[in-house]
């Protein structure tokens, strides 16, 4: 499988932190944000990342 291209996360603020966002530039990963305005993005989030 690899390293991901990309990781669409919700907006929990363990996806939101500077942690995060570092490892992921250090890998070249995208990391993307589900809108708030959209639930049912965020269930599909959820959803990916449980394989994570």
């Known amino acids: 499988f690899g390293i991901p291209h990309k990781i669409v996360a919700d907006n929990a603020s363990n996806f939101s932190s500077h ?6 530039y250090g890998f070249g990963i995208t990391l993307a944000h ?3 305005y959209y639930r049912q993005g965020n269930g599909q989030a959820k959803s990916s990342n449980k394989n994570l």
């Open 34 to 36: 589900s809108s708030d």
């Open 19 to 24: 942690e995060l966002t570092e490892f992921c």
